[in-house]
């Protein structure tokens, strides 16, 4: 089977913009999550998603948000970007509970 | 939520032992372990989940204390391939389908 697929792999954008971020989940993984990670914070829960629904949400300003489509591939989007928001962001995809999770390569946001 | 790691960092020699903790002020109902090299995605190593037994894989191991909301992580006799950094990501009783991870435990092992 194919692994977590990310797009883009790098992407640098500017104060004030926003940015969309593609995943596309192993094949028969309905669970898709986001994860924010950055130099000495580790991974930080976004949200997860499972047959379109958002189950769970972490603790990030509504700027960040996303969806999952009918095929299971998710969408991560950040409006108004800050300086802050430069990280790598991470999908992961699960069979379910008690399931490993499966990371993508990540997408490296740069914001100048 | 976030688990709290120790230690942050340790350098090993090759074929020395190390053991990393993490523990959690809530009750868990699993945890996961997981290991990232420089520049690649964390990559899975095992679960544990509560009334289940000590874990193993090759020669790393680990073991989860119900009582005191902690697991261990148990490296043994270390190969250079062991370097990297090592996150424990735990699910609670809620059975909330998310994990929350630790700030992680780089582990560097040297010839």
């Known amino acids: 089977k194919a692994g977590v697929t990310q797009t883009p792999r790098y992407l640098i954008k500017t104060r004030g913009q926003q940015v969309t971020l593609s995943c596309s989940p192993i094949s028969g993984h309905r669970s898709v999550s986001w994860y924010q990670q950055t130099p000495g914070q580790g991974l930080q829960f976004l949200f997860e998603?499972?047959?379109?629904?958002?189950?769970n949400k972490g603790n990030f300003p509504g700027r960040f948000s996303g969806r999952q489509f009918s095929n299971s591939r998710s969408e991560m989007n950040v409006s108004t970007l800050e300086l802050g928001d430069s990280a790598l962001y991470l999908c992961a995809s699960r069979e379910g509970f008690n399931s490993p999770l499966h990371f993508g390569n990540g997408t490296r946001l740069t914001v100048t | 939520q976030q688990p709290v790691q120790s230690p942050q960092a340790v350098i090993l020699r090759e074929g020395e032992d190390a053991v990393i903790n993490c523990s959690s002020s809530?009750?868990?109902?699993?945890v996961h372990w997981y290991r990232q090299k420089h520049g690649e995605a964390p990559v899975f190593l095992m679960i544990l989940l509560k009334g289940g037994e000590q874990k193993g894989h090759d020669k790393i191991s680990a073991s989860f204390n119900e009582k005191k909301q902690q697991s261990s992580l148990y490296l043994t006799a270390s190969q250079l391939s062991y370097s990297g950094t090592y996150f424990c990501g735990t699910e609670f009783m809620t059975g909330a389908n998310n994990l929350f991870f630790g700030t992680g435990t780089r582990l560097t092992v040297i010839p």
């Open positions: 998603y499972f047959s379109e629904t958002q189950r």
């Open positions: 809530k009750a868990l109902y699993s």
